[in-house]
């Protein structure tokens, strides 16, 4: 299976030849891309004026982060207008649905823990070794009451718990934990729910880390700039549009090469919890839950693992 792909070898998720599936997901309306792993998958969207599908449920938990535009997102039949910067969680099994009511179209990005793939060898694997027994959780539809019900109260949108504006999420700045010639050159807005992490990370030009091991599967996508991501057995040379896996427990590092920052959109699961000012989106209830946390770590011998970055330098890995 490939570790890397880019969004444009992969299929519009909610395409297909049913027109009533269509209809539901509203497809001509919206292009998704999606990649996964074993524990978590990761969707860039662009969804255009009048995007309205029906209300779904699914058994992950998703989160999401708003690029540009806006949409209204309902949960459960409370509404929330989320514009650019905003960030937002949907439990597990909540009945949910968009809607752009604004003329521009909306760029969204999208993780779901477990991996909202259908198919474990369907496209956009980037996973390695055996298959789940069974298939991944998929969209349920449910019937359109339940957003007529919603929609027509016409009722202000909310605020809570499972919301983040983009004023409220603190940037961490971090230190020494990889490495000293990258510490302050990374700096990072997270938001997190109980079994996985959505980060947004910047790098600044000339950062280059040390190896790394977290017990986290690591699932990213540049959005903004070019990155090296090393392992122990590969190089990946990722530029805008990719999508690369670092499975758990695998030793990383990454270079952003030249003046010009990278912005990379993460996905942890579980939790990383290497960001000091992570949010969490949890409703009152699920706060007192405990929720399983793993930190970077230092391999051994990381300067024998970083050596062979030269030798991977000679075959980079591409989309």
């Known amino acids: 299976m490939p ?5 444009t070898e992969l299929p519009n998720y909610y395409a297909t030849d049913d027109p009533s599936l269509a209809e539901a997901a509203d497809s001509t309306r919206i292009d998704m891309r999606m990649a996964h792993g074993s524990k978590v998958s990761l969707a860039v ?16 938990e998703q989160l999401n982060y708003v690029a540009e535009g806006e949409i209204w997102i309902y949960i459960d039949g409370d509404a929330y207008h989320l514009r650019a910067g905003d960030a937002i969680r949907v439990p597990k099994m909540k009945p949910h649905w968009m809607w752009n009511r604004s003329d521009l179209p909306c760029t969204f990005y999208e993780s779901n823990c477990p991996p909202l793939a259908g198919d474990a060898q369907g496209a956009g694997a980037l996973c390695e070794g055996q298959a789940p027994s069974q298939q991944y959780p998929h969209v349920v539809w449910l019937s ?7 929609e027509d109260r016409d009722a202000a949108p909310v605020e809570g718990p499972l919301l983040a504006r983009a004023d409220s999420l603190a940037t961490s700045v971090h230190g020494g934990a990889i ?20 980060t947004l990370a910047r790098r600044k ?9 977290h017990d986290a599967e690591q699932l990213h996508t540049p959005i903004k700039g070019n990155i090296d991501i090393f392992t122990s057995d590969f190089g990946f ?23 010009e920052d990278n912005i990379l959109l993460q996905a942890h699961s579980p939790v990383l919890g290497s960001a000091a000012n992570r949010k969490a989106l949890l409703t009152d209830e699920e706060r007192s839950l405990p929720i399983f946390t793993v930190f970077n770590m230092t391999p051994w011998r990381e300067q024998d693992i970083m050596n062979v970055e030269q030798v991977h330098r000679q075959n980079m890995q591409r989309s």
């Not at 570790?3 to 969004?7: E, G, K, P, V």
């Not at 359109?144 to 919603?150: C, D, L, P, S, T």
Request: proline letters at 8%.
């Open 3 to 7: 570790q890397i792909i880019h969004r």
């Open 179 to 198: 490495g000293a010639a990258a510490a302050g050159k990374l700096t990072s807005k997270c938001i997190h729910g109980l079994e996985h992490n959505m």
């Open 144 to 150: 359109e009451k339940y957003a007529k019900e919603a």
């Open 237 to 259: 040379a990722c530029r805008e549009g990719d999508f690369n896996i670092v499975p758990s427990n695998t030793p990383h590092w990454a270079e952003v090469g030249g003046d």
């Open 45 to 60: 969207a662009v969804c255009q004026p009048g995007y309205h599908p029906a209300p779904q449920i699914h058994a992950t």
């Open 205 to 213: 030009g000339g950062y280059h880390s040390a190896p790394h091991i």
